[in-house]
T-cell receptor
């Protein structure tokens, strides 16, 4: 089956630093990956759609300069939270869609805590 | 962006009882999916129902879909303490490059 590996699972960083989260499709190619953010006791909010070889598409209200997305290959998308602040503390989850297929596979999530 | 509401937002029941959660959405869909999430953990896919289906079963799960009302329900029968989790519906427009859009979720608590 389709597997998406997301790392790290947990990260604590100091305010003002940057954090990179990786999302890899292990056994399939994904031209499109999605990044979600989830605050405590809330639902998943779509942040952006990551397209291999092109710029990401951000949802309204999501700062593209703060949440840098790179999808350099068909198996890897990264989300970098730049100049992180405590309000960026959240659970970030990626999802990949297999090329030519409409099934979605989710990573296990990254718990980011900014202190 | 989110599709719509789920109700109830929170549900507390006893083991053995049935739990029903409802989901409404706003746009046209190709399919609707239900996911479970234990506290602080990742998503577990439960069931998918296509837009041309009205009801689907999987074990103790029963999902209905009413496209005319843009709503779906998830029924968990004979609930167990292990069913305690948050449940989300997610809609798929089935257009290339589109993401699953999640509802607000129902938090289910099953006590023994």
């Amino acid at each position: 089956g389709a597997v998406v590996s997301q790392h790290p699972s947990r990260v604590i960083c100091k305010s003002g630093t940057s954090v990179k989260i990786e999302c890899r499709s292990l056994d399939f190619q994904a031209t499109t990956m999605f990044w979600y953010r989830q605050f405590p006791k809330k639902s998943l909010m779509l942040m952006a759609t990551s397209n291999e070889g092109s710029k990401a598409t951000y949802e309204q209200g999501v700062e593209k300069d703060k949440f840098l997305i790179n999808h350099a290959s068909l198996t890897l998308s990264t989300l970098t939270v730049t100049s992180a602040h405590p309000e960026d503390s959240s659970f970030y989850i990626c999802s990949a869609r297999k090329t030519g297929n409409y099934g979605y596979t989710f990573g296990s999530g990254t718990r980011l805590t900014v202190v | 962006s989110q599709q719509g509401e789920e109700d109830p937002q929170a549900l507390s029941i006893q083991e053995g009882e049935n739990a029903t959660m409802n989901c409404s959405y706003k746009t046209s869909i190709n399919n609707l999916q239900w996911y479970r999430q234990n506290s602080g953990r990742g998503l577990v896919h439960l069931i998918l129902i296509r837009s041309n289906e009205r009801e689907k079963h999987s074990g103790r799960l029963r999902v209905t879909l009413d496209t005319s009302k843009k709503s779906s329900s998830l029924l968990i029968t004979a609930s167990r303490a292990a069913d305690t989790a948050s449940y989300f519906c997610a809609t798929d427009a089935n257009q290339a490059g589109t993401a699953l859009i999640f509802g607000k979720g129902t938090t289910l608590s099953v006590s023994s």
